[in-house]
Nanobody, 125 residues
Framework: QVQLVESGGGLVQAGGSLRLSCAAS????????MGWFRQTPGKEREFVSA????????YYADAVMGRFTISRDGAKNTVYLQMNSLNPEDTAVYYC??????????????????WGQGTQVTVSS
């Protein structure tokens, strides 16, 4: 099992920044990618960004490319999502996820992967 604890959400004005954190514990050696997803009421969960747990490769949705940056601290087993130039369309509950199983697409996480409890991000105009 892998446990994920997110933090860092909140309320920010348009144009502002927030940094989300996701601390992983447990069987972290089994993680292949770590990802961030977001969801708004009535919509499906959407991919935001992912990073290979062993380091290196990063992936972004077109909507956040150039504004968001994903990174990891291996010593702390923590993944970060730095969000800059936020706009009201970024308002959502953001979820951290840990993907298990080698060779899977970094944009494809399923309900059988590990998920955090979610953190609310609200961007006011």
């Amino acid at each position: 099992q892998v446990q994920l604890v997110e933090s860092g959400g909140g309320l920010v004005q348009a144009g502002g920044s927030l940094r989300l954190s996701c601390a992983a514990s447990g069987r972290t050696f089994s993680i292949y990618h770590m990802g961030w997803f977001r969801q708004t009421p009535g919509k499906e969960r959407e991919f935001v960004s992912a990073i290979k747990w062993s380091g290196g490769s990063t992936y972004y949705a077109d909507a956040v490319m150039g504004r968001f940056t994903i990174s990891r601290d291996g010593a702390k087993n923590t993944v970060y999502l730095q969000m800059n130039s936020l706009n009201p369309e970024d308002t959502a509950v953001y979820y951290c996820a840990a993907q298990r199983g080698l060779g899977r697409s970094p944009r494809l996480f399923t309900d059988s992967d590990y998920w955090g409890q979610g953190t609310q991000v609200t961007v006011s105009s």
